[in-house]
């Protein structure tokens, strides 16, 4: 059984950073995109930075670009996010993802994970991110 647990969440002040990270046990991530999704109050849950594992090609939704990098630790299965320079607007609950993928995959399936054009397989349980003075 796949299993994604985040860490990491917490509040932060505008212009602050945080490192989420995403540990997946109970599956290898080699056909994969590991993904981030942000929800905030009142909102859909949105793609945010995505990243097909076996090539690094990635997605980051306009948002994030400039902001916010993916980094991957193979020995430990974890996946993490950076987020610097934090707004307001940023906060929400932020979902660890995992799209295990099929028989030649199109080479633009990072975008399509994080825009919710090709589904997600796990998803991890949350962890909450409040940007605020």
């Known amino acids: 059984q796949v299993q994604l647990v985040e860490s990491g969440g917490g509040l932060v ?3 602050g950073s945080l490192r989420l990270s995403c540990t997946v046990s109970g599956g290898t991530l080699d056909y994969s995109v590991v993904g981030w999704f ?9 793609g945010v930075l995505c990243n097909r594992y076996s090539d690094g090609s990635t997605y980051a939704a ?4 400039g902001r916010f990098t993916v980094s991957r630790d193979n020995a430990k299965n974890t996946v993490s996010l ?3 320079n934090l707004k307001p607007e940023d906060t929400g609950v932020y979902y660890c993802a995992a799209a295990f993928l099929g028989w030649a995959p199109p ?3 990072a975008t399509r994970v994080c825009q919710k ?6 998803w991890g349980g949350g962890s ?5 003075s």
Do not use: W
């Open 62 to 65: 306009e948002s994030a670009k």
């Open 107 to 109: 080479s633009d399936i």
């Open 128 to 132: 909450l991110v409040t940007v605020s």
């Open 38 to 46: 942000r929800q905030a109050p009142g909102k859909e849950r949105e």
């Open 82 to 84: 950076q987020m610097n």
């Open 13 to 15: 002040q505008p212009g």
């Open 117 to 122: 054009k090709y589904a997600v397989d796990y």
